[in-house]
């Protein structure tokens, strides 16, 4: 969650920001298409990190308690963007995300809305994984949770070693999909692959 800081000062400090930004680029930054970034970015930065203002709990505070149901749920390919924290450009891709309910279950769209409040902040893709999994291990002590990320990383491609097109995949398994091959096996014949997951363990 952020701190109290104000939207106004928020917005007026990025602005300031932006234009300390462009004048180390292009210093006048007089010309018509410049002159309304500061406000632009500012309002952009306040949608994609959204993720700030959103609580977990509270995503998945509302289940169904006495459902009987304890076999596999299983959300394939949910589209995500988020903001790598050591350059800040964008990464993006899917999120498979599978759990064994014991007692709880939780409206789908609940882990679609878990997904927009950890990848609408300045992240890693290890980290995102990780905090997916627990957090559905933790709210809905489950049998099992498996959380899955692909994703397309800009600063790969935008610099350094410029290669577009190269994913990169995390793996982060609990109870069960870590403890049963059988349970793992599953989870992977649904998505379509293989278990390779004893290289992918977070």
């Not at 498996?146 to 600063?155: L, N, Q, R, T, Y």
């Amino acid at each position: 969650m952020r701190g109290k800081m104000s939207k106004e000062i928020r917005m007026a400090m990025r602005k300031d920001a932006v234009i300390m930004l462009l004048k180390t680029v292009e210093r006048g930054f007089t010309r018509e298409g410049l002159k309304e970034t500061p406000d632009r970015v500012a309002r952009m930065y306040e949608e994609i990190f959204a993720g700030y203002d959103m609580n977990p709990e509270e995503i998945l505070g509302k289940v169904f308690v006495k459902d009987p149901h304890q076999e596999l749920v299983l959300m394939k390919d949910i589209p995500f963007y988020s903001t790598c924290e050591h350059h800040l450009t964008p990464f993006f891709g899917k999120v498979h995300i599978a759990y064994i309910p014991k007692g709880k279950i939780v409206g789908i769209s609940k882990l679609i809305r878990l997904v927009e409040c950890y990848s609408r902040r300045l992240q890693i893709q290890e980290r995102m994984t990780s905090q997916l999994a627990d957090t559905i291990d933790d709210i809905l002590a489950p049998l099992g949770v498996a959380v899955i990320v692909s994703a397309e990383h800009m600063c790969i491609t935008l610099r350094g070693v410029r290669k577009p097109g190269v994913v990169t995949r995390t793996a982060a398994l609990r109870g069960v999909f870590f403890d049963d091959i059988r349970a793992r096996s599953e989870f992977y014949n649904l998505l379509g692959g293989k278990d390779d997951s004893h290289s992918s363990r977070l």
